[in-house]
């Protein structure tokens, strides 16, 4: 099996024994010279010196910046020369190391900069000096340090800054990607361990957001609160929260959404209901109108649908008049299907679909019978009644907008305004003490 390839990037100064020793025992197959215009002859009679040292087929290239006291200037062939390393491994991150210890503080300000988005390792090389210990490495004393100089552990409290502002706002997968691409460049274990469980929590955060609630719910079971919150705690005490209080909140919604079988009749239930409304809020947040208002508009939707199943064991999607046992809500919906619906009869005339302002017509009629009188306490049917004008404005709205039948934008003006009028609809379902529903919001979640 043949050994990696190594590639070294290295800062030129004027002192050339630090970057002989340096080459000299890491021995690479690609060698990335980063100068400035002062030191670029130094950079090519290093490599003369070491010629007898390395193997032959050794590759060098020379990135010289122009002028190495601006900072600016410095980063662009610093980038350059990080880049060509990493390309000539293949792309193999890891296998490229950055020997930050000549050249003027710019240049190694830059060079740093310039790695510091990847997987690399870093080199420095230290040794006695003259002077007092302030002056130049004394030829001899060269060593190598590379423990502890990879700056990631240092940074994760900005990544983590990154991801609190992705979280917040609701962009979950763009948060797991973050934390994805950086956990493996710790060398801290604990500091891994944290980041893979704020994955795991964006991961499922993502999944709920799609409405897949089975793999969300199993996701965040995977998360140990306890435990991670005590590193979270001792490394990076800022995340503790998500891990002592939020976590074990998702863990009981998502265990609510999971639980509604889609065979049963409770497959549409009140926590649904009024997490779609939070998934609105969150596309609207994140300038997705069309998405928020046809989100909106699916709220009004599910609660016919859910009063219809929830009291009446009517699908509506479905309706078989010869399935519904109580006589007078059987009657009652045939009426209705006779009188007014015959025109949506299927094929086999036995079945009936149902749409929204129908189904809250239908709901109308049901309230009125002896079931209808005694199921629920929040009368849909008549409260749609109310709100009929600014319903029937949601779903033109939704059917003009651009993903749906026509070509129209939906602007956050319009979004807000049609929100007020779906969480006035929604208010009593919202203050209905005996409600199952979580009560969950976006802002119990905010970090």
């Not at 988005?117 to 030829?139: C, K």
């Not at 979950?172 to 973050?178: D, F, M, S």
């Not at 980041?195 to 793999?215: G, I």
């Not at 705690?233 to 800022?238: A, F, G, N, Y």
């Amino acid at each position: 099996m043949s050994k990696k390839p190594k590639a070294l990037v290295v800062s030129v100064g004027g002192t050339p024994e630090p970057i002989i020793k340096s080459i000299s025992e890491l021995r690479p197959d690609y060698i990335s010279f980063y100068c400035s215009s002062s030191t670029a002859r130094e950079a090519t009679n290093i490599f003369d010196k070491i010629k007898g040292i390395i193997p032959e087929n050794v590759e060098p290239n020379y990135f010289c910046s122009e002028n190495a006291d601006f900072l600016d200037k410095c980063f662009v062939k610093a980038e350059e020369a990080v880049k060509w390393a990493i390309e000539k491994v293949k792309n193999d991150e890891s296998s490229v190391f950055v020997d930050y210890t000549g050249g003027t503080k710019n240049m190694v300000a830059a060079l740093i900069l310039a790695a510091i988005h990847y997987n690399v390792q870093y080199r420095y090389v230290a040794g006695e000096r003259n002077r007092d210990g302030v002056g130049n490495v004394i030829s001899g004393t060269e060593k190598i340090i590379e423990e502890g100089a990879n700056p990631w552990d240092y940074l994760a409290r900005y990544q983590w800054k990154i991801f609190k502002h992705l979280f917040n706002y609701g962009f979950y997968c763009g948060a797991k990607n973050l934390i994805s691409e950086t956990y493996s460049k710790f060398e801290n274990e604990l500091l891994k361990r944290l980041f893979k469980n704020l994955e795991c929590v964006a991961d499922a955060m993502d999944l709920w957001d799609r409405f897949n609630y089975e793999e969300a719910k199993n996701g965040i079971n995977k998360v140990d609160c306890e435990t991670i919150a005590d590193i979270a705690q001792e490394i990076l005490p800022d995340s503790k929260k998500l891990f002592e209080k939020i976590v074990p909140l998702l863990k009981r919604h998502f265990n609510i959404l999971a639980k509604a079988s889609k065979d049963s009749w409770s497959y549409i239930d009140e926590t649904k209901i009024l997490d779609l409304l939070e998934n609105a809020k969150r596309q609207a947040g994140q300038g997705h109108y069309e998405d928020a208002i046809i989100r909106l508009y699916r709220v009004v939707e599910m609660i016919a649908q859910w009063c219809l199943l929830n009291n009446y064991k009517i699908n509506n999607s479905k309706i078989d008049i010869d399935e519904i046992k109580d006589e007078d809500i059987k009657n009652t919906v045939k009426k209705f299907i006779d009188e007014i619906h015959k025109k949506e009869l299927d094929n086999d005339k036995k079945t009936t679909k149902l749409g929204m302002k129908n189904s809250y017509k239908l709901l109308i009629e049901l309230e009125s019978t002896q079931v209808g009188k005694i199921k629920g306490k929040i009368k849909w049917g008549e409260r749609y009644k109310q709100y009929e004008d600014e319903i029937k404005k949601l779903q033109n709205a939704r059917n003009e907008c651009f993903i749906v039948h026509k070509t129209n934008s939906i602007k956050k003006e319009q979004f807000d305004k049609f929100l007020i009028k779906v969480e006035e609809f929604l208010e009593p379902l919202k203050k209905d003490k005996g409600s199952k529903a979580s009560g969950f919001t976006n802002e119990d979640i905010k970090l």
